[in-house]
């Protein structure tokens, strides 16, 4: 190769690099907006998010380090060190969620369609063909849901438990499989829902009433119910496109309070 050549090689690498942190980082910068990460939670480890977003730590590490530039996180070393929320919305808001949003929104409009076909599939078969051993865990679930109150990470894992139990009572594994595949697309790589308090509260009622559908062994009215459910997140990802399409924005999000 001349030396021309290699020049020319060297030259792209850290573009190349540079564009992967920022498409990262704006798909941060979205999970922030549609509260999947909110202010004063801590943000999984960079081997974890390495995984859920399957780049290279090096990759999260740089998008981390522009989120901090831009006022969204705090990092903090030692031993309760971590990556901190500190504003759901900023100046660097609109543009990164466009980007993020735009480059595949079709594509997101027909997975979260897709989605919704498959949860109501899911919900239908498991009021079809749940087993008395089946309804404890989906009970603990729906309490575990609306125990977790506002503790974002407890209640991110308590949705996924609530939707897997009754994935669970379909006794269909590759169906389980399914639906967390297409929570991981929709939810940009992450694992969670949109968030809000209003979302919750709905959610905190809508869970109850699709668990006593599958439990009371209603197919039809689980199916329409799992329909009304996971239009929740189609619903703010459609919001947060409007909204980032026609230039109108919401109001930057406090910081935390010192310990959060």
């Given at each position: ?26 798909r ?39 989120l ?40 997101l ?7 919704s ?6 919900a ?9 051993e089946d ?50 697309e ?6 969670g829902?949109p ?49 980032t ?16």
């Amino acid at each position: 190769m001349s030396d021309t050549r290699r020049s020319e090689v060297a030259a792209l690498r850290p573009l190349i690099a540079e564009t992967a942190a920022a498409r990262i980082a704006d798909r941060f910068i979205t999970a922030f907006a549609l509260g999947q990460f909110v202010v004063g939670q801590k943000l999984p480890s960079l081997p974890e998010l390495a995984a859920m977003l399957e780049v290279s730590q090096t990759t999260v590490r740089e998008a981390i380090s522009r989120l901090a530039a831009l006022g969204y996180v705090r990092v903090q070393r030692g031993r309760a060190g971590g990556t901190f929320v500190l504003s759901q919305w900023g100046p660097a808001s609109d543009s990164g969620v466009r980007r993020a949003l735009g480059e595949s929104w079709g594509t997101l409009q027909e997975t979260l369609d897709f989605r919704s076909l498959v949860e109501q599939q899911i919900a239908r078969t498991a009021a079809q063909r749940i087993v008395p051993e089946d309804e404890p865990r989906i009970r603990l679930a729906v309490e575990a849901y609306r125990a977790a109150g506002t503790d974002r990470n407890a209640s991110r894992l308590a949705d996924l438990e609530v939707h897997q139990s009754i994935a669970a009572a379909t006794h269909n594994r590759q169906l389980a499989e399914l639906s967390m595949r297409l929570q991981h697309e929709v939810g940009l790589g992450f694992h969670g829902e949109p968030f809000s308090e209003d979302v919750r509260r709905r959610a905190v009622e809508q869970h109850a009433a699709l668990a006593g559908a599958v439990l009371d062994r209603d197919p039809d009215r689980a199916a329409r119910l799992a329909r009304e459910h996971f239009a929740l997140t189609e619903e703010l990802l459609n919001e947060l496109h409007d909204r980032t399409t026609s230039g109108t924005t919401p109001t930057t999000t406090a910081p935390p309070t010192e310990g959060a």
